[in-house]
């Protein structure tokens, strides 16, 4: 592996690239030696080594962790290019195989990772069984760009980064609340009746996506009595009977002691988003991942929809 400077062409070993690359997304010796497996030192010695190449210090240790210096920001491109190009290589080669493999990360929302899509992968693990998947269930951005996930489904369609955007699906949303819990409340037969019954929610200053204060949307001013970042937290608690809720059609409609409220005035509408970085769209297991969920959606889009 080469680097290009006004006055000669650099080569080094493209691993001391890898240390610098971790630790520019992780901050930390221990952090990076737990991913790589080795000793901290050794994280410290591969950085070291770089910089003597160079000539350059890469990195500032501060309490926060280690950050980059000026010089190690003008080195992150062209560190992430290679790393895009050696996965490239990697892929090309390993192509002629026909048997895909490889570790293939997801960023995907809590609620349709926790409790949709857990359930359908029984069938993409006997169609790929040498791809490995990991899943960040998180409703917060993942960064792409600093290869924290290599694919992310997201309620938005980001507006930068090197990303191939599409649509993943639409999804729908209704009010629910269990039979035990409207025996004991006042009836609900219109939206002004909602005002009296307690609701549970999401934290408002920690809502990931403006998107999800659908509640405020729909009610004006509820009355929230259990609020939690965790949608699978809010399921739980609904079907334990602490209160009226709003949550996927998709899970909800799977539980009988669920009723779901004032269908027709309370639907809402919402869109998956699924992203890849530009440099890794092709490769054949980011390609099986991709097809696998379109497959999903599109069997499945009557459940996604609480269509019954």
Same mark, same amino acid.
Request: glycine share 8%; proline share 4%; aromatic share 4%.
């Given at each position: 592996m080469c680097i290009f400077t006004h006055e000669e062409i650099i080569i080094f070993d493209w691993n001391d690239v890898r240390f610098f690359l971790e630790l520019s997304r992780k901050g930390r010796l221990t952090e990076v030696a737990?991913?790589?497996?080795?000793?901290?030192?050794?994280?410290?010695?591969?950085?070291?080594?770089?910089?003597?190449? %160079?000539?350059?210090?890469? @990195?500032? +240790?501060?309490?926060?962790?280690? &950050?980059?210096?000026?010089?190690?920001?003008? =080195?992150?491109?062209?560190?992430?290019?290679?790393?895009?190009?050696?996965?490239?290589?990697?892929?090309?080669?390993?192509?002629?195989?026909?048997?895909?493999?490889?570790?293939?990360?997801?960023?995907v929302p809590e609620g349709f990772g926790s409790q949709f899509l857990a359930k359908e992968l029984t069938e993409f693990q006997r169609l790929h069984p040498e791809i490995e998947l990991e899943f960040v269930a998180n409703d917060r951005f993942v960064s792409l760009s600093k290869r924290e996930a290599d694919l992310s489904i997201t309620l938005a369609r980001p507006q930068s980064g090197r990303l191939i955007s599409r649509k993943l699906t639409d999804y729908r949303l209704r009010l629910y609340a269990t039979k035990d819990y409207l025996t004991a409340h006042s009836p609900i037969k219109t939206?002004?009746? %909602?005002?009296?019954?307690? @609701?549970? +929610?999401?934290?408002?200053?920690? &809502?990931?996506?403006?998107?999800?204060?659908? =509640?405020?949307?729909?009610?004006?001013?509820?009355?929230?009595?259990?609020k939690s970042s965790s949608i699978v937290f809010q399921f739980q608690a609904t079907l334990a009977g602490a209160g009226v809720s709003i949550l996927h059609c998709f899970v909800a409609d799977d539980y009988p002691e669920l009723v779901c409220l004032l269908p027709a005035e309370t639907q809402i509408d919402r869109t998956f988003w699924l992203n890849t970085p530009e440099d890794i769209h092709d490769l054949a297991r980011i390609k099986a991942v991709s097809e696998f969920l379109s497959d999903v959606v599109r069997r499945q889009r009557k459940k996604l929809m609480g269509e019954k």
């Open positions: 737990k991913a790589l497996k080795v000793d901290h030192t050794t994280v410290s010695r591969r950085v070291l080594a770089l910089e003597e190449k %160079l000539d350059a210090k890469l @990195f500032e +240790s501060t309490s926060r962790g280690y &950050v980059l210096t000026q010089a190690g920001e003008r =080195l992150l491109p062209q560190a992430e290019a290679m790393e895009s190009a050696s996965a490239s290589i990697q892929d090309t080669v390993g192509g002629e195989n026909k048997t895909l493999t490889g570790t293939v990360r997801l960023g939206l002004d009746d %909602l005002r009296s019954h307690n @609701f549970i +929610s999401y934290i408002d200053e920690l &809502v990931p996506d403006p998107q999800l204060l659908y =509640l405020t949307e729909l009610i004006g001013n509820p009355k929230v009595g259990l």
